[in-house]
């Protein structure tokens, strides 16, 4: 949000009770600000779409301006000028955020916090999950040793609550993201831990709003982030995809079960889960590949258990998550293959090695989809083919999932964040 080999760099990393849950009322999820474009990891809804003025060949000239970022992997996340990052502080164990102008590149503040280290994979850093954000704050999602921390700033930096949720291990560490439904921060902590749960935290306070208990995995922890699925003339159902259960529907404003597709997956999540229409992609793996993948048929899932619609079988992604653009789903694989799959049908289109490799989620601007590869090159991708319409060197390895805002991208890679965009805008 991790496993053998490239777990922990993607973006992920630029989510039956034994008591019963706390009920919030329908009018305070409902009551929720209005999102913005680079609000949260992957932007509205976590699928990776965005508003973009950008060449489909990106250029050196296409780069406004570009700061030191320190080591991280988490991806950027913004709300109007303000743009948030986390990172590894000056002193040993301490970590930061930070903000940004998102039109100048200036940092205006770093707030540290202590933390304790813990285990981890050699490709996996202590500032991995990506915050989200809203008019009021930035919540962040981080371990220290073996306990999960929450907590939320204003957009000044001053700490608005603090709160220790409960355990979290895994010998590859951490990575999920929290993600933010109406005034409610969810936070899934499926580890190889005893004390696994997915909350709801009241954003303003922290306090718990409901707490559902969850099985353990000893073997694999899950970094994918939480998906709500907002189905027309429906409410909206939140879904968990994980080793232990599945994928899980529950309702965002109780943690109530509505149901659990438990098809006995045999690998870890990372990817966040990739919606086109009513079918819904969710991709496991472990080592360097992706294993399995599954679209689910989400027609009434909202209520009801989804069927399986079909499994792709190869050149399947890891740690990066697929996309979807007109009907297509496109993965992008840790090893460098490339593949378009007719959504509906399960058709593959084509499937193409690349020379390159790959934990960075894609993302779109709806005329060309742009991925980051571990050599620092940024490609654009047509729609509809397989074709590299071109390729910027950033200099350094990108890892996380860039962020579309403001009319502008901005990419964080292993020294810098940069951002690209028009001239004068």
Not at 377 to 394: K, M, P, T, V, Y
């Amino acid at each position: 949000m991790f496993d053998l080999r490239p777990l922990f760099a993607a973006a992920f990393w630029t989510c039956c009770s034994s008591a019963l849950p706390t009920l919030v009322t329908a009018t305070s999820f409902a009551a929720a600000p209005a999102a913005q474009e680079g609000a949260r990891l992957r932007g509205p809804k976590g699928q990776g779409h965005g508003l973009a003025d950008l060449p489909d060949a990106l250029a050196a000239d296409d780069v406004r301006w570009r700061v030191g970022a320190g080591v991280g992997h988490s991806s950027p996340v913004l709300w109007e000028r303000d743009l948030f990052l986390t990172r590894l502080g000056d002193g040993a164990g301490e970590r930061e955020v930070v903000c940004y102008d998102a039109d100048t590149g200036a940092q205006r503040w770093a707030r540290a916090f202590g933390f304790r280290a813990h285990d981890q994979h050699k490709l996996n850093s202590f500032a991995s999950s990506t915050p989200a954000v809203d008019a009021d704050g930035v919540y962040v999602l981080w371990t220290s040793g073996d306990t999960l921390l929450a907590m939320a700033l204003d957009h000044d930096g001053e700490t608005a609550w603090r709160r220790e949720l409960g355990g979290f291990y895994s010998n590859h560490g951490s990575a999920v993201s929290p993600v933010l439904c109406g005034d409610l921060m969810i936070v899934a902590n499926e580890h190889q831990g005893e004390d696994c749960f997915v909350t709801a935290l009241d954003r303003r306070t922290g306090e718990t709003a409901w707490r559902v208990e969850r099985k353990q995995h000893a073997r694999w922890a899950c970094y994918s982030p939480p998906f709500l699925y907002e189905p027309e003339g429906d409410a909206p159902v939140l879904l968990l995809a994980s080793y232990a259960h599945g994928l899980t529907a529950i309702e965002p404003e109780t943690g109530a079960l509505r149901w659990q597709a438990d098809l006995g997956f045999k690998n870890r999540f990372i990817a966040a889960p990739c919606l086109s229409g009513e079918l819904l992609l969710v991709n496991t793996g472990s080592g360097d590949s992706g294993k399995e993948c599954v679209v689910f048929d989400l027609k009434g899932g909202a209520v009801d258990e989804p069927e399986v619609r079909y499994r792709p079988r190869r050149g399947l992604p890891y740690v990066p998550a697929a996309i979807a653009v007109d009907g297509v789903f496109y993965l992008f694989s840790d090893s460098g293959f490339c593949s378009g799959v007719d959504a509906a049908s399960g058709d593959r289109l084509w499937r193409e090695r690349t020379q390159h490799r790959f934990f960075s989620s894609p993302v779109t601007n709806g005329r060309v989809i742009y991925i980051g590869d571990r050599e620092g090159h940024l490609h654009s991708f047509a729609l509809g083919r397989h074709e590299i319409l071109g390729s910027l060197d950033l200099g350094a390895p990108i890892c996380a999932t860039p962020a579309l805002a403001r009319g502008r991208m901005f990419v964080r890679t292993a020294d810098e964040l940069v951002c690209l965009g028009p001239a004068g805008k």
